[in-house]
């Protein structure tokens, strides 16, 4: 690493620069913040050594100037054991250490180690991000649909607010995505986005991870767990299909919304947590607070601002630039140089209703792009659904029986769902039935 040692002290500096150098880095001296600006400039630097007291010079106005010309820098304070106070609030500015005076080349190097291994973690970060942004389709957030445009503008004009938000629209349309992006465009997002998938976990797993809990407190907690809400102090908490979530969890999240407080479970501890909560579902949450399903203060809670997302078959203006955004996506990504879908195809997307919208739109391309052996998709490509299926005559009222109609009802819903207690809920029967049910019917 490249590093500035900023210091009026001619021994400081000289102390820290062989520490530096002993560890296999590259060192530089001056002794005033206007050098440091100086060298900044002219110079790239990955870390500052800088004392808090430099003559007359204030340190934490120096720290300013520097972050606000490289904010990438690891800034290391300097700083009197009298002072620690101070760098204490160097830190929650911007600064990532301080090393108290006086000091020895130990330390020092123990914090350039610690810098390495930052770094080393944030370049793994980015390059997972790259992998996962080449794994998926770009995320397209102009629609052409009057409907949809005007709920995405009404959702970034509440992300720069700290109002909760509440997403609705059928599974499938985009509202984890649309999450995402109003975390982007908000003042937190330089912290955590953190998703927690109310369906995927039972009420005691659920609880968990959402609040965290403490050793010995249920049968498997074996170790301390901070929980979700924690790890998003400071940023969003994405609560996924809120819906689903147990009634007697819901107290609990209303406490965190209005007091910001909560307690791990197994502790009796108040803790606190500055979180944003954006919340979103596929249920008529008006109906279930009606029916007793869903906490009526907890509901005008999440509901501040509230964005319904159509579903894709309501969206015909979007279809058509879907499936091609789609089709060059997955072509690129399998090498495949298909220009577009044969006329039978774009009317057999336009008349079939999409229940998994744009979720199924991408599985149903990604399949037709393999299995491809033209430069256009052709029907023959296309899943069973567009046709091949009903050929066969398995279709409500076709002459098929009972066990041939049931068999592809549970095929298309399993296809259609993320996992198999999501298509379970859907069919209205548990996990453990559809498995005896598709082992029945020869789904397995």
């Known amino acids: 690493m490249r590093i500035l040692i900023v210091d009026d002290e001619a021994g400081i500096r000289k102390t820290t620069r062989i520490a530096i150098e002993t560890a296999g880095h590259e060192a530089a001296e001056v002794a005033n913040g206007a050098r440091a600006m100086k ?54 500015r911007g600064a990532y250490d301080f090393v108290p005076k006086p000091f020895t080349p130990d330390q020092i190097r123990g914090i350039l180690a610690k810098i390495e291994r930052t770094r080393v973690l944030q370049a793994k970060v980015s390059s997972l991000e790259g992998e996962i942004a080449s794994e998926s389709p770009p995320v397209d957030l102009e629609p052409g649909d009057p409907v949809t445009r005007q709920a995405i503008e009404i959702a970034f004009k509440a992300a720069e607010t700290p109002a909760n938000i509440l997403i ?95 307690e791990r479970v197994g502790e009796a501890k108040i803790r606190r947590a500055n979180v944003r909560v954006i919340a979103a579902t596929n249920r008529n949450l008006a109906d279930d607070v009606k029916q007793g399903k869903f906490r009526e203060d907890l509901f005008y809670r999440i509901n501040v601002i509230r964005v319904a997302l159509p579903g894709l078959h309501d969206r015909p203006a979007d279809l ?97 769902s993320r996992n198999l207690d999501e298509a379970a809920r859907t069919l209205g029967i548990d996990p453990a039935t559809l498995y005896r049910k598709r082992q029945k019917l020869g789904l397995l």
């Open 168 to 262: 609705l629209g059928p599974s499938g349309t985009g509202k984890s995505v649309l999450a995402r992006e109003i975390h982007k465009r908000s003042a937190r997002r330089d912290a955590a986005f953190v998703t927690v998938s109310c369906p995927s976990l039972s009420r005691e797993l659920l609880e968990s991870a959402l609040f965290g809990h403490v050793k010995g407190s249920f049968t498997g907690a074996v170790v301390d767990t901070i929980g979700k809400v924690a790890a998003a102090d400071g940023g969003t908490l994405f609560l996924d299909e809120i819906g689903e979530m147990p009634l007697d969890i819901q107290p609990k999240l209303l406490r965190l919304l209005q007091e910001r407080e909560y």
């Open 39 to 92: 060298a900044i400039e002219d110079e790239q630097f990955d870390v500052v050594f800088l004392d808090l007291k430099l003559g007359l010079e204030d340190g934490l106005e120096v720290l300013a100037r520097l972050l606000k010309a490289q904010p990438t820098l690891h800034v290391i304070l300097f700083t009197a054991y009298a002072n620690i106070a101070t760098a204490v609030e160097a830190m929650r």
């Open 320 to 416: 058509a630039r879907f499936t091609a955004s789609y089709c060059a996506f997955f072509s690129a990504r399998l090498g495949k140089k298909i220009v577009g879908c044969s006329p039978a195809v774009t009317a057999a997307f336009a008349s079939y209703p999409w229940p998994g919208n744009l979720r199924e739109l991408r599985n149903v391309i990604e399949r037709a792009v393999i299995l491809s052996g033209s430069d256009t998709i052709e029907s023959c490509d296309l899943p069973d659904e567009f046709g091949a299926k009903s050929e066969a005559g398995i279709e409500v009222g076709a002459r098929v029986t009972i066990d041939a109609l049931e068999a592809e009802h549970i095929r298309r819903i399993l296809a259609l």
